[in-house]
């Protein structure tokens, strides 16, 4: 059974970092897209940044570009998100999500992802 796992999550304070990782277990991520996605209670699920394993492209959500960095290291099947500058609006649950051979554009579809991690909790104080 596909397995993800996230890590790194945590209380901080505004400006603040966190690096996020997720491992993946029973497959590989060669043909999927994957994702960092984040929800608060009462809202949907959004999209913060995606990357596609084919070619490595990448896509970021505008509240985030500039301060977030997604990346991944093939030999360990991990994707991270480094978050820096963090404010007080990046606290969500984040979730670590994959696609089977699908596009970026994905990563404003949650619908379309196939697999999730259970989530880490990310915390930004003012």
């Known amino acids: 059974e596909v397995q993800l796992v996230e890590s790194g999550g945590g209380l901080v304070q505004a400006g603040g970092s966190l690096r996020l990782a997720c491992a993946a277990s029973r497959f590989t991520f060669d043909e999927y897209m994957i994702g960092w996605f984040r929800q608060v209670p009462g809202k949907e699920r959004e999209g913060v940044s995606c990357?596609?394993?084919?070619?490595?492209?990448?896509y970021y959500q505008n509240s985030v570009k500039g301060r977030f960095t997604i990346s991944s290291d093939n030999a360990k099947n991990t994707v991270y998100l480094e978050m820096n500058s963090l404010k007080p609006e990046d606290t969500a649950i984040y979730y670590c999500g994959a696609a089977w051979r699908r596009m970026l554009d994905t990563c404003n579809k949650v619908h379309e992802v196939d697999y999730w991690g259970p989530g880490t909790q990310v915390t930004v104080s003012s």
């Open positions: 990357i596609s394993r084919s070619d490595g492209s990448t």
